[in-house]
């Protein structure tokens, strides 16, 4: 489990093809203060990645063919910048909300503009997903946790405010740049409890 809170920028150091899909090795100074061991849990822009061979400021990571079709992680080249987050330990602090690193969908960015010192931005969603934005609920974009501010029939809007746009690679987005989504647990749970409630006893 994750928070969305990232804890670092990380670099693509490479990436290579494996049978299985690709080997990515991923860098960054603050790696040696996660305490990686083999096999642990990492967020790499929302996507619950394994570590593997973790030493230093480095690990890698084998990201399936399905893990690449279906998130923005097949986009990823040699230098590009992705958002890290180790996994939640016990006692650590929920600055964000419950996330699972289990990307949904990809969200694209439509829209944005300057609002002051902060940013708006507009992201369309698939038709299947939109059901589960909520005007102040939770979500998670390439793994950072975010607040919806106003959501129309497959599209949100959020208000980002600088720290956000520094400490993550949101700030970098271009107008339609797809990036992961991951909605809030509690809304699947939430349908998933109604779809399977017991029909109420008829008096006889």
Known sequence: MFTGIVKALGRIADTTPSPAGRRMIIEA??????????????????????ALAPSGAR????VSHETLDLTSLGRLETGSTVNLEPALRAGDPLGGHLVSGHVDGLARLVEQHADGDNRRMRFEVPVALARYISHKGSVTLDG???TVNKVGDTTFELNLIPHTLAVTTLGRLDTGDAVNLEVDQLARILERLLETRPSEPRNS
């Open 144 to 146: 950072v946790s975010l």
């Open 29 to 50: 100074e603050a790696i040696a203060d996660f305490g990686l061991h083999e096999g642990d849990s990492v967020a790499v822009n929302g996507v619950c990645l394994t």
């Open 59 to 62: 690990f890698a990571a084998d």
